[in-house]
């Protein structure tokens, strides 16, 4: 939602911009912009509707010299995505300039006492109220630009990350934020400033993360401060930053979203690595240790989150309930949030989210704190907002994850969960020894397994090819299958924009089987043994009416393979652990879908990676 970055330091700032804000277009992409302040001191503003290459094509024979700048890339959210509302956004007089990530929710009467002053505002975006402010209180009082943004930020509500500069004060750059992350890259006489580290790690693995309501003033040759909104110095606490460029590149892959499908055998292993012992029978996740009574005597867990990662905690609630026998509920945190929940000090909130910046998770979760609920994060950003929120809490080490679409983290946070749940259960002595040992052992052999499911790309690339052109969708699952129908069909919509519905497959019946006929292809996940029959029967009901069905199977299911039209097998493995499986195939098809119809892959249209507004 949003990427914003800045410069100050020995090399040319615009190229360091530019590919920053190619690093940061997976959070917002109808517009760019930067802004660069001149050794003459004029500050240039080149900023367009489109992707970081059209401005850049804009850009191509103007000014760019300077050393210092600001460049953003937008995501609408005040204002439709066109030149004059993208960011950069300039103060009356010329002098100050703005870049922002968020949203300014006082915005309208800021904005009527701004007039009533004398402003007049261009865009319809409330960041240009905030530069009038600045400006403002500069009209009014002598202080500098770092305290002018200090005493603006004190009459704003709302969620930011902002990065300000100043002709006036040519050697200083401020940032400052509440709600949206910030990044500060200490590298050697430069300093650089983020909405994540992918624009800063080739640079620097110093880093800071800006805490909510601190102001960072930057200098050059590197001399940087920190302070409150309360206007007390803070000290820094760097960061070694433990990222790999090739991280945040495409690796050999058409796109993201490729790479992270393809990547799961290693980023599930990461999951795992130094939590399961397969050989001792030991799970081992740090945070569940330290709060062990609290998670054991727990009398029910509520998970929070959006999206696909609502999704996974779907799947938590069957595999807590199932193996840990611990009562779950599965929340949308923006709805949570706002339904007076009753939760108590006995609670313990599991806030799941991958970027750990998600706005509602993210209220949703300091709404359970308040409410001296134990806060646990399940995420992947390090460093992010949630995951400093919580009182514990375990990253999935996926790395990067940058398609908009969510791949590699679902799988991960899935085995998170499941790695929760087994320990969980072996605690309180909910499963017996035999079947924990045996969840361990095929869990182990998870990546391995998934590699032989990703050998099956072919295939379901000719099954794509078929169905390209369909307008609607029907993914049926039952059990622990059923999120993944869910899933599945998030994915489908997300990226080809496909209208698709995941569905528990005995519920077809009270619905969505009024929409089949020869032209509804139905995808089915027939692979668990509990429900086999039951799931024969859904798929014989989709045949009488002639729907097209893509069975996903187990290998060598011959009898579900002879009714369908398609069919994928996946390896066994026991249950639990299927949806780490049976979603693969699905991810698959989506993606090749959406490259038949040609859309953008990584960068759906309307979608943000990161959701840092409500
Ligand atoms: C956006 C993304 C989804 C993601 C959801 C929640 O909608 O496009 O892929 O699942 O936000 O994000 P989080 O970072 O909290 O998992």
Known sequence: MCGIVAYIGHQQAYPVLIKGLQRLEYRGYDSAGVALLTPQTDILVYKQKGKVRDLQEAVKNQPTKSFIGIGHTRWATHGEPNDVNAHPHTSGNGELVIIHNGIIENYQPLRTALIREGHSFESETDTEILIHLIEEIQN?????????????????????????????????????????????????????????????????????????????????????????????EQTPFIQYLDMEIDSIEKGGFPHYMLKEIHQQPTTIAD??????????????????????????NATRLTIIACGTSWIAGLIGEYLFEDLAR?????????????????????????????????????????????????????????????????????????????????????????????????????????????????????????????????????????????????????????????????????????????????????????????????????????????????????????KARKGKILAIIKENDHDIAALADHFIEIPDTAEPLSPLLSVVPLQLLAYHIAVFRGCNIDQPRNLAKSVTVE
């Open 326 to 542: 611990i009562p779950t509920e599965v929340e949308y945190a923006s709805e949570f949030r706002y339904r007076n929940p009753i939760i108590n000090n006995q609670d313990v909130i599991i806030a799941i989210s991958q970027s750990g910046e998600t706005a509602d998770t993210l209220a949703a979760l300091e709404l359970s704190k308040e409410k001296d609920a134990l806060t646990y994060g399940i995420c992947n950003v390090v460093g992010s907002s949630i995951a400093r929120a919580t009182h514990a809490g375990s990253y999935i080490h996926a790395g990067p994850e940058i398609g908009v679409a969510s791949t590699k983290a679902f799988t991960g946070q899935v085995t998170l969960l499941t790695l929760m749940a087994l320990q969980l259960a072996n605690k309180r002595g909910t499963i017996s020894n035999t079947y924990y040992f045996q969840l361990l052992r095929e869990l182990e052999q998870i990546p391995e397994k998934i590699k032989q499911v990703l050998a099956a790309e072919a295939k379901i690339k000719q099954i794509a090819e078929l169905w390209k052109d369909c307008p609607n969708a029907l993914y049926l699952g039952r059990g622990y299958n059923y999120p993944v129908a869910l899933e599945g069909a998030l994915k489908l919509k997300e990226i080809s924009y496909i209208h698709a519905e995941g569905y528990p497959a005995a519920e077809m019946k009270h619905g969505p089987i009024a929409l089949i006929d020869e032209n509804m292809p139905v995808v089915i996940i027939a692979t668990n043994d509990s429900t086999r029959d039951k799931v024969i029967s859904n798929i014989q009901e989709v």
């Open 271 to 296: 999951a795992m690595r130094g939590r399961l012992n397969v050989q001792q029978g030991i799970i081992t996740l740090g945070g569940v240790v330290e709060y062990e009574n609290r998670f054991k």
């Open 140 to 232: 009014k009082e002598a202080v500098s630009i770092a305290e002018a943004v200090r005493l603006a930020l004190s009459r704003v509500v709302g969620a930011y990350a902002i990065v300000v500069l100043d002709k006036k004060e040519p050697n200083t750059v401020v940032a400052a934020r509440k709600g949206s992350p910030l990044v500060l890259g200490i590298g050697k006489n430069e300093l650089f400033l983020a909405s994540d580290a992918s624009p800063i790690i080739e640079y620097t693995k110093n880093v800071v993360y800006i805490n909510d309501e601190e102001i960072v003033i930057l200098h050059p040759n590197g001399e940087f401060a920190i302070k409150s909104i309360d206007n007390e």
